[in-house]
């Protein structure tokens, strides 16, 4: 049976009624049908639910070809300015709720499916994310394609398709197990393998001078091995119009004609060798905030992706009919931190050894094509690599690396002369004790444009890490603050809140986020405020129940769900928070009158599997877990989760059901920070340091609606030399002594009192991230927090104006901001 709606056209071949692209319910269920039976190759009776999602994602993904197809035409011949967007991590979450949402045809299809006794949730339940990034930059990169397609910017993102992305956290004993991410496993239907255009890329050997056809001294590279890299193509559709953004993934791959050559002289393991060795480069993705300084393949991974892209930008210039001199009228290429950094080397080599530019112009050129995007200031996650490995795999590079930094340093000389300080800081090389080359000064030198990531951040990038490069070429540093892409985390995410707003405002804020004001004249309205609190108390109740499914821990949706889920990292202090849960505990075992606001503690994130701190934290997470929620004195008040694997796809159902957001790193540390904006879209308060985009949010949503502590960047700094004694906090707070103390008599580890000791004495004796001086402060601002949450009808107006006011943090706004200020590009739409 056939259900009439509005869209129910009774021409057949109407656009929206045609099997591989109406939109129609009619036309999706027959679309779905067509695909499970003859391209899944089931019948519906006996299909499991992985055939069927599959069929669910190919009938969505016709009609994203379509609109492809159609831009492809649209482009091809117009002289557009494109986006290359390099990343080394793209962290998309699951595409098929996103793309129906793009399309608009969620509802069409939750018919079409209903119609044939299917559920459509279920399907997009079961999609495995491809998690081809560690986190925040990974994410970013996912927004910023989704917000270059939405708001219309020509563009590619190109990135690595990592056989095995981030590991699945489990949590055994309440330590974290990593397992593979075998993503792949089922195939993936969003993409497109294009064989015809893969690149062969040459690595180690050395380098050779040679003579031309014309009779001049020229410099060619002679490898020692090559790979091919071939790209998948997936298209990023925008919301709610034809434009879509590529991303272009590389895999890599033996070259057939080595192994032929083998073949030949009858070395036959020697060739399936040289296929594996080949095909390890792609393999697995490296997990940050590890020593990676150092990982041969981690710079093969780096330079094999950079090179692909590279190649494939002046393939597709020289098609358009460009002359090579013309690339920068072609291309903004971004930098997404220095991963991938080498692509100024890149450039600079194809320009002056393959085209024989100049190598003035092609510097030029050059420069004007790069912009690099720094994400940290932390010393430890800025990239060096050692000279011997450096040139072992890149030897040609060195040399231009080489020349690029002696012209450079010229320069440096004759405009600041005798500072050799100066000369030292800037240079690409490092020589303060065993060389490396330092890919920060590298992108920073080959760019024409620098940008930090929130305001804070970027004066700090000025001010501190590049203050060097700031004083003599001002003009060059930006700032474009973090966005993220509301279609994703909030309309996916949270389908109640979005009705609820179209309900008040109309559809339209979801392209245009500074809509979202129109909230404010309702934010003291009664009615609305109960409405708006209904929505929240819904997501509560559907976290509540993943969690009992996850963990077996049952929590109580009328408590405050207060919520820290990141990367575990100490400068993000997880550990500080443990701390107030510990004092809190204390408090009501000692008075047994004690009345608080009963709370859920949250909390979700995988540690690099090399960080001992990092995966001890979680340990002491889960051990204060089971000793709180066993304990039939507090339970009733404090409950204390640890949600394992912490994705994009279980960040679609946390965000939504937080009361509070803990953002609470030292401050200074936090670049940005996204979930922090990804928090209070979703109207949840925010308890946090003046750290990153925090700033920016409290100065949006005001200062009356945020819980602000802790120390300043620049207090921290002060402190910091002026000689910090962590050990003096411990004795002058009765309440911080006894919750180390407590950790360190054996309470939360069974009597082991040694379990934790690296952590407290780490605390007591050095505390890198400060905890012990913003203890206290983040314990009484937790008070507070405690007091507001009491005033309901206070709490949902603040929430509501959380809301209104993060117009700011959408991704359109930061790539509308790219491309003003940076790519000097006008979008389409
Ligand atoms: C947004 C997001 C992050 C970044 O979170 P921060 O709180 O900014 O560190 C990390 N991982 C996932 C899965 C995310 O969605």
Request: negative net charge.
């Amino acid at each position: 049976m056939t259900v009439k709606t509005p869209n129910d056209n009774p021409l057949p071949q109407a656009e929206h009624e045609h099997v591989r692209t109406g939109t129609s319910p009619r036309a999706l269920k027959a679309a779905f049908q067509d695909n499970l039976n003859l391209v899944v190759g089931r019948p519906l009776e006996i299909s499991t639910a992985e055939d069927r999602y599959h069929a669910v994602a190919l009938s969505v993904r016709d009609r994203i070809m379509q609109r492809w197809i159609k831009q492809v035409e649209r482009w091809n011949g117009a002289n557009l300015r494109q986006v290359s967007y390099l990343s080394a991590e793209f962290l998309m979450g699951p595409h098929l709720g996103k793309e129906m949402l793009n399309l608009g045809i969620t509802e069409h299809a939750r018919q079409a499916m209903t119609e044939l006794g299917l559920d459509l949730d279920q399907f997009i339940g079961l999609e495995e994310e491809p998690g081809l990034g560690n986190g925040g930059l990974g994410r970013l990169a996912a927004c910023y394609l989704d917000s270059l397609a939405t708001v219309g910017y020509p563009a590619i993102g190109y990135g690595i398709r990592y056989e095995f992305g981030i590991f699945d956290q489990i949590i055994k004993d309440g330590w974290q197990v990593e397992v593979t991410d075998k993503w792949l496993r089922f195939g993936n239907v969003w993409e497109i393998a294009r064989p015809h255009f893969a690149q062969v890329v040459k690595l180690g050997g050395n380098s050779e001078h040679y003579t031309d056809e014309h009779g001049a001294d020229r410099i060619r590279w002679v490898p020692g091995r090559v790979v091919v890299g071939t790209p998948y193509d997936t298209p990023i559709l925008g919301h709610g119009v034809e434009t879509c953004a590529l991303l272009r993934l590389w895999s890599a791959e033996a070259a057939q004609s080595f192994d032929f050559a083998d073949f030949n002289r009858g070395d036959y393991y020697g060739a399936v060798h040289e296929k594996v060795y080949s095909e390890n480069i792609s393999k697995v993705l490296y997990p940050n905030d590890e020593q990676i300084q150092g990982k041969h393949l981690r710079l093969e991974q780096q330079y094999f992706f950079v090179a692909c892209s590279i190649k494939d930008m002046i393939r597709l210039c020289l098609r358009r009919g460009l002359p090579i001199e013309r690339f920068n009228e072609m291309y903004c290429i971004q930098l997404n931190d220095t991963h991938p950094a080498i692509a100024i080397a890149e450039l600079m080599r194809q320009l002056v050894d393959k085209f024989a530019l100049p190598w003035e112009q092609a510097w030029d050129i050059t420069r004007k094509s790069f912009s690099y995007t720094n994400h940290t200031l932390l010393p430890e996650a800025l990239e060096k690599w050692p000279l011997p490995l450096f040139s072992s795999v890149l030897p040609r590079h060195l040399e231009i690396i080489y020349e690029i930094n002696h012209r450079f340093l010229d320069e440096i000389r004759i405009r600041y002369p005798g500072d050799e300080g100066k000369v030292e800081r800037m240079s690409i090389i490092d020589e303060s004790g065993e060389k490396y080359v330092r890919m920060a000064n590298l992108a920073v030198i080959g760019s024409h444009a620098i940008n930090g990531v929130a305001e804070l951040h970027s004066e700090l990038v000025k001010s501190q890490l590049f203050a060097d490069f700031h004083e003599m070429a001002p003009e060059r540093f930006h700032n474009v603050t973090n966005g993220v892409t509301p279609r994703r985390f909030i309309a996916l995410s949270n389908p109640g809140l979005a009705r609820l707003i179209d309900d008040k405002i109309g559809d339209g804020w979801l392209t245009d986020l500074d809509r979202l004001k129109g909230l404010e004249t309702y934010a003291n309205d009664t009615g609305f405020q109960q409405v708006w609190a209904d929505v929240k108390r819904d997501n509560k109740i559907r976290l509540a129940k993943i969690i009992k499914h996850r963990t077996g821990i049952v929590v109580d949706p009328a408590s405050l769900f207060d919520i820290q889920v990141k990367r575990i990292h100490e400068y993000k202090r997880q550990h500080l928070n443990v701390l107030n849960i510990i004092s809190l505990y204390q408090r009501i075992k000692h008075d047994p009158k004690y009345v608080g606001t009963p709370r859920t503690f949250i909390f979700g994130g995988k540690a690099a599997p090399g960080y001992f701190m990092a995966k001890l934290i979680i340990k002491l997470i889960n051990s204060v877990s089971e000793v709180i929620n066993h304990d039939p004195q507090v339970r009733d008040m404090i409950k204390v989760v640890f949600l394992p694997d912490y994705n994009v796809k279980h960040a679609q159902n946390i965000y939504p059901a937080a009361d509070l957001s803990e953002q609470i790193s030292t401050a200074g540390k936090e670049a940005s920070g996204t979930g922090n904006m990804k928090f209070s879209m979703n109207g949840a308060l925010t308890i946090g340091t003046l750290d990153g985009a925090n700033i920016e949010i409290r100065e949006e949503v005001g200062e009356e609606n945020f819980f602000l502590f802790g120390l300043t960047a620049d207090q921290v700094a002060s402190l910091k030399t002026d000689g910090y004694a962590p050990y003096d906090y411990y004795h002058g707070d009765m309440e911080l002594k006894q919750a180390i103390d407590l950790i360190n008599c054996g309470l939360f580890s069974h009597g082991d009192t040694r379990l934790f000791r690296p952590l407290t004495d780490h605390l007591l004796h050095h505390d890198e991230y400060l905890l012990m001086a913003d203890y206290r402060p983040y314990v009484d601002c937790q008070q507070e927090v405690d007091h507001a949450y009491r005033d309901p009808a206070h709490w949902t107006h603040m929430s509501i104006l959380n809301v209104a006011r993060m117009g700011k943090f959408s991704s359109d706004r930061a790539i509308r901001e790219y491309g003003k200020n940076i790519w000097n590009i006008e979008p389409l739409q």
